[in-house]
């Protein structure tokens, strides 16, 4: 069998932009997009925990060190900046791989820097 788990996590991110006249995608900072083990292009599904709203658009890589955070956009119409968002990525794993498998999760403060990261334990053990 396969489950679909977690496997990464920006969490309590704050809309630094919405920009409707772009593309299409999120833009988040390089650095954050490394410690969160999120590739350019990457299917992300967002949370917005200022006005509920729930979708999924792909990741593209803004500036490093600025922690850019911007709904491109369609996304733009689903947060405004000051929202806080959960950027979120998935993966499927057999059963082998989840007694190994840890999601990387990257709490955030209010200016888009980290906490920490983070190791969340899987379960079962």
């Known amino acids: ?29 390089e650095n954050l997009m490394k410690m969160a083990d999120i590739l350019p292009f990457e299917q992300v599904k ?12 792909y990741a593209i890589t803004g500036p490093a060190g600025q922690g850019d955070i911007c709904l491109n956009g369609a996304a733009a119409r689903m947060g405004a900046p000051g929202d806080l968002i959960i950027i979120a990525t998935y993966a499927e794993y057999d059963e082998k791989e989840l007694r190994d498998h840890q999601p990387q999760v990257v709490l955030l403060d209010g200016t888009n820097q980290p906490k920490k990261p983070e190791i969340v334990k899987g379960w079962p053990s």
Do not use: C, P, Q, W
Request: proline content about 0%; aromatic content about 8%.
């Open 1 to 29: 069998m396969r489950r679909i788990m977690l496997k990464s996590k920006l969490h309590r991110a704050r809309v630094t932009e919405a920009n409707l006249e772009y593309e299409g995608s999120l833009t988040i900072d």
């Open 46 to 57: 967002v949370y917005n925990v200022s006005n509920g709203a729930r979708f999924e658009t």
